[in-house]
T-cell receptor
Framework: GENVEQHPSTLSVQEGDSAVIKCTYS??????FPWYKQELGKGPQLIID?????GEKKDQRIAVTLNKTAKHFSLHITETQPEDSAVYFC????????????FGKGTRLHILP | DSGVTQTPKHLITATGQRVTLRCSPR?????VYWYQQSLDQGLQFLIQ???????AKGNILERFSAQQFPDLHSELNLSSLELGDSALYFC????????????FGPGTRLTVT
């Protein structure tokens, strides 16, 4: 079945440095790739997304890149701040088939002071 | 605040029992999704309803069922509960048409003892 692999599972970076989280997906027909941030005790919150007709998208300090050929996509956070500490999930969706989202297992990001 | 509400916030019950979780989508959203989040399985899609009709099904057990009512709120029914059903259950909603984004509620934490 469809699968999304996410690495690393834990990431610690110094405040002000950049963080990169990488994902791969198995369903080559996937055409929508959202990223969610989940803080302790809360539901996942959509922070950025990318559709398959775009290779890169940026929103202030966060950016996503997509390589459809390799079936890879990545989240980049620059100038990290303490409030970036959370669990981040990548996901993939085949909108032609249905609205089901397949999530990666998550990355726990620690921003060190 | 995503605009999606879920009740109750916490639920503690015994094995073999039956519970009902409730979700109210964002105003105007026609689709409701249910997800289960456990430590070992991550975020798993259970089922989607669109305007009262079942639209997509994931790894939902036969002991679990859901429905969406005319006012668009949804209920997830879990029966013959087992210890392994202890998890966070999230509801998400999205608008119809070309809108891809899913907005998550705060979740219901179910503990089966």
């Amino acid at each position: 079945g469809e699968n999304v692999e996410q690495h690393p599972s834990t990431l610690s970076v110094q405040e002000g440095d950049s963080a990169v989280i990488k994902c791969t997906y198995s369903d080559s027909a996937s055409n929508y790739f959202p990223w969610y941030k989940q803080e302790l005790g809360k539901g996942p919150q959509l922070i950025i997304d990318i559709r398959s007709n775009v290779g890169e998208k940026k929103d202030q300090r966060i950016a996503v890149t997509l390589n459809k050929t390799a079936k890879h996509f990545s989240l980049h956070i620059t100038e990290t701040q303490p409030e970036d500490s959370a669990v981040y999930f990548c996901a993939a969706q085949n909108r032609v088939r249905d609205d089901k989202i397949i999530f990666g297992k998550g990355t726990r990001l620690h921003i060190l002071p | 605040d995503s605009g999606v509400t879920q009740t109750p916030k916490h639920l503690i019950t015994a094995t073999g029992q039956r519970v009902t979780l409730r979700c109210s989508p964002r105003s105007g959203d026609l689709s409701v999704y249910w997800y289960q989040q456990s430590l070992d399985q991550g975020l798993q899609f259970l089922i989607q309803y669109y305007n009262g009709e079942e639209r997509a099904k994931g790894n939902i057990l036969e002991r679990f069922s859901a429905q969406q009512f005319p006012d668009l709120h949804s209920e997830l029914n879990l029966s013959s509960l087992e210890l392994g059903d202890s998890a966070l259950y999230f509801c998400a909603s999205s608008a119809s048409g070309n809108t891809y984004e899913q907005y998550f509620g705060p979740g219901t934490r179910l503990t089966v003892t």
